[in-house]
């Protein structure tokens, strides 16, 4: 059965620092992965997604990503954090017959000034 | 393409209520799914639609829900006698076909059951 965990439920940076959030990953096949951002009450907002191809995926807002198989992760990285960036954020893994997908916990984003 | 929308964004009702809320997909997209989202966790997986065929339920989807897609246009997600248990936020999305990968999702409704 396909997994992930987001490893830390809150992470903390100051405004212009960096922003790392772990994903790892479980799938007997090859995983079509996402990172989705929820700001308070409200839906999820895709940010990016891997399918197939280059490995260094970037989405919007100036985050990127890189599936690693190797080390079954796909973490979410932006260079420097902005205010605006504090909300939730899900790692999700998609399931290939439907397409379903499997939700992390999540990691609260805190961006201090 | 006015996205996703949900209806009641809120909805409080005592125990033992039945409840209904409304999902309209992205026009013409075929695939809609409904999620569960409670306090502090990522969304669950209860259902989904392809067109108006319900093709995969959860085993979180007690009998108590049920869901519909008729004419594969808006859906519905009905809960009967409710508990507090089922307090969540119930999600719904939508994606264009199989293997778009990309789905959209809509504001929520957020469930309270006193």
């Known amino acids: 059965a396909q997994s992930v965990t987001q490893l830390g439920s809150h992470v903390s940076v100051s405004e212009g620092a960096l922003v790392l959030l772990r994903c790892n990953y479980s799938s007997s096949v090859p995983p079509y992965l996402f990172w989705y951002v929820q700001y308070p009450n409200q839906g999820l907002q895709l940010l990016l997604k891997?399918?197939?191809?280059?490995?260094l995926v970037k989405g919007i807002n100036g985050f990127e990503a890189e599936f690693k198989k190797s080390e079954t992760s796909f973490h979410l990285t932006k260079p420097s954090a902005h205010m605006s960036d504090a909300a939730e954020y899900f790692c999700a893994v998609s399931d290939r017959d439907t397409d379903k997908l499997i939700f992390g916990t999540g990691t609260r984003l805190q961006v201090f000034p | 393409d006015t996205g996703v929308s949900q209806n009641p964004r809120h909805k409080i009702t005592k125990r033992g209520q039945n409840v209904t809320f409304r999902c309209d997909p992205i026009s013409e997209h075929n695939r809609l799914y409904w999620y569960r989202q409670t306090l502090g966790q990522g969304p669950e997986f209860l259902t989904y639609?392809?067109?108006?065929?319900?093709?995969?339920k959860s085993r979180l989807l007690s009998d108590r829900f049920s869901a519909e897609r008729p004419k594969g246009s808006f859906s519905t997600l009905e809960i009967q006698r409710t508990e507090q248990g089922d307090s969540a936020m119930y999600l719904c999305a939508s994606s264009l076909e199989v293997g778009s990968y990309e789905q959209y999702f809509g504001p929520g409704t957020r469930l309270t059951v006193t």
């Open positions: 891997y399918t197939t191809g280059a490995t």
């Open positions: 639609f392809q067109n108006e065929a319900q093709l995969e």
